[in-house]
């Protein structure tokens, strides 16, 4: 599945350059909304904010995520996508996440090519409309923590890894919802960001059948500080 060379084609990068694409790569160009579409228009009480699906350009991509600081008022140590809120210096959705990716884990914005955009998702608990921007780079700059009070750990999972139906489940919400997630062991993706995840693989034609009876409960470190989070 991820084992095609990469070729000697190229694709436009939108900050001027243009590097290899590897074949893995054109089923997820071609299902990409635009990229930069309009901001939603949101009500007084909610704001526009923007995440980060960061590839790595390698025959097995790899996926950026972080983990939430546990002392967070909404998503307390749970995993997600670089990104937050709309500044008013944030002309559109790409500079929204790029510029939160370098606050939170040091990631240069010069360093990645953004490619399109995921269909926009409200988020109730924190009154967010999140609209996923999806990016490639080469892997090779240095990201870690750098705004401790948001982010614990910088995690890279494969491609290969969130294909794999042995770490897939559905999460059991205790409210009665359910929706898709991963059990990596000593870490619980479910949420928002696994439902960015799980459009991701299907876009990108990387999706293998998994049991989607397999329930799970959610781990409670990864259910939130907050009861607006539970």
Do not use: C
Request: charged content about 20%; cysteine-free; proline content about 10%.
């Amino acid at each position: 599945m991820y084992g095609a060379a990469m070729t000697h084609t190229s694709f436009a990068n939108p900050r001027g350059a243009s590097q290899p694409q590897p074949t893995w790569l054109s089923p997820l160009l071609a299902r990409l909304d635009p990229l930069d579409q309009a901001w939603p228009e949101v009500a007084d009480d909610q704001r526009g904010s923007a995440v980060i699906a960061l590839l790595r350009l390698s025959e097995d991509p790899d996926l950026v995520l972080t983990l939430r600081s546990p002392d967070l008022e909404h998503h307390a140590g749970q995993i997600s996508l670089p990104g937050g809120g709309r500044e008013p210096s944030d002309a559109a959705p790409s500079d929204t996440a790029l510029r939160e990716a370098q606050e939170e884990i040091g990631l240069p914005p010069a360093s990645v090519t953004p490619l399109g955009q995921m269909r926009t998702h409200e988020i109730s608990v924190s009154q967010n409309w999140v609209i996923p921007v999806v990016g490639v780079w080469s892997g090779t700059e240095t990201v870690a923590p750098k705004d401790m009070e948001e982010v614990d750990s910088v995690l890279r999972w494969s491609i290969s890894q969130l294909a794999d139906p042995a770490h897939r489940v559905m999460a059991r919400h205790p409210r009665g919802g359910r929706g898709p997630a991963w059990d990596m062991g000593e870490l619980f993706l479910w949420g928002f960001t696994a439902w960015v995840v799980d459009s991701l693989l299907r876009l990108g034609g990387w999706e293998q059948p998994w049991d989607h009876t397999r329930m799970a409960e959610i781990p409670a470190r990864f259910m939130g500080k907050s009861p607006s989070d539970r």
